[in-house]
């Protein structure tokens, strides 16, 4: 069984930065995906990084948020900057192995206006 830690949330001025972290054994052969949830919404894509460090965005994040990956420290983390209150949401890591799929608990990033 595989466990995803996520850490990083918080409370945060918009305009303001956060990393989001996501730890767990052999994430680097895995794609890993950032999720969220806002209140009364879907869970949607954020962004994701490939076993091979390619990455996707959501339109809507472009050019603010950033996901990396440190093998070495068994964790890939969410960059996110210039935030807004409409980033308000928890956020989920998703690991996807060849053996299966495992989300983490969230994280709650909160951004006030």
């Known amino acids: 069984q595989v466990q995803l830690v996520e850490s990083g949330g918080g409370l945060v001025q918009a305009g303001g930065s956060l990393r989001l972290s996501c730890a767990a054994s052999?994430?680097?052969?895995?794609?890993t995906s950032w999720y969220r949830q806002a209140p009364g919404e879907r869970r949607e894509l954020v962004a994701t990084?490939?076993?091979?460090?390619?990455?996707i965005y959501a339109d809507s994040v472009k050019g603010r948020f950033t996901i990396s990956r440190d093998n070495a420290k068994n964790t890939v983390y969410l960059q996110m900057n210039s935030l807004k209150p409409e980033d308000t949401a928890v956020y989920y890591c998703?690991?996807?192995?060849?053996?299966?799929?495992?989300w983490g608990k969230g994280t709650l990033v909160t951004v006030s206006s």
């Open positions: 990084i490939s076993s091979r460090s390619n990455t």
């Open positions: 052999h994430i680097g052969m895995s794609t």
């Open positions: 998703n690991a996807r192995f060849v053996v299966g799929d495992y």
